[in-house]
């Protein structure tokens, strides 16, 4: 379990970002190279090494920031979108 003061999480011991990525992508037929992963927290940490790409919000944990293969600008000032946009003009 974790909890903050808005929040309280129950999980297996088994489950895991990581592990529902992976089984979405397989229920998908995506491949986890094609894949990104945005996280602010430690609980991203293995879903977003997990992913193609793995993409960490500026105002996230060090540790996230230190795996991640891009950092984007926090939500304040609408990082997801700013990422999201860059990855589709590709």
Do not use: H, W, Y
């Amino acid at each position: 379990t974790t909890s903050v003061s808005t929040n309280i999480e129950m999980n297996s011991v088994t489950a895991g970002k990581d592990r529902g990525l992976a089984a979405l992508c397989g229920e998908l037929g995506i491949d986890l190279r094609n894949t990104a992963a945005f996280g602010d927290g430690s609980n991203d940490l293995k879903m977003i090494s997990a992913a193609g790409l793995g993409v960490a919000m500026a105002n996230g944990d060090e540790r996230l920031k230190a795996a991640a293969g891009l950092i984007a600008p926090d939500n304040n000032a609408a990082g997801f979108a700013e990422i999201i946009m860059r990855l589709l003009e590709q």
